[in-house]
């Protein structure tokens, strides 16, 4: 099984970037990778997808335009570059493998999960 540490988050403020990052353990080819995030007191929200062969992205509205996800099967890795962020992008940022086809969106779908990283933006 494939295991997942997300690393990256931190403090920024309004307006600034981070790039999260998912390293696994094992091989994520072939896998479908998403992004989720999780603020205090409301439920957890897809963020972004990349397909197993990474032809299609997909986004939440809330973060096109200024995410972007992208992977490296070579080093079993996946990003997600965050730029004009907003406070109300503060969350723990999840990364999940492996979902079943046509459910990216949801988060019940995918096998595989990190323990997540802390994302702060000040106003």
């Known amino acids: 099984q494939v295991q997942l540490v997300e690393s990256g988050g931190g403090l920024v403020q309004a307006g600034g970037s981070l790039r999260l990052s998912c390293a696994a353990s094992g091989r994520i080819g072939g896998y479908g990778m998403g992004w989720f995030r999780q603020a205090p007191g409301k439920e957890r929200e897809f963020v972004a997808h990349?397909?197993?062969?990474?032809?299609?992205?997909y986004y939440a509205d809330s973060v096109k335009g200024r995410f972007t996800i992208s992977r490296d099967d070579a080093k079993n890795t996946v990003y997600l570059q965050m730029n004009s962020l907003k406070p109300e992008d503060t969350a723990v940022y999840y990364c999940?493998?492996?979902?079943?086809?046509?459910?990216?969106?949801?988060?019940?779908?995918?096998?595989?999960w990190g323990q997540g990283t802390q994302v702060t933006v000040s106003s």
């Open positions: 999940a493998a492996d979902p079943r086809r046509g459910s990216y969106f949801n988060g019940h779908a995918y096998d595989y």
């Open positions: 990349i397909m197993w062969n990474g032809v299609n992205r």
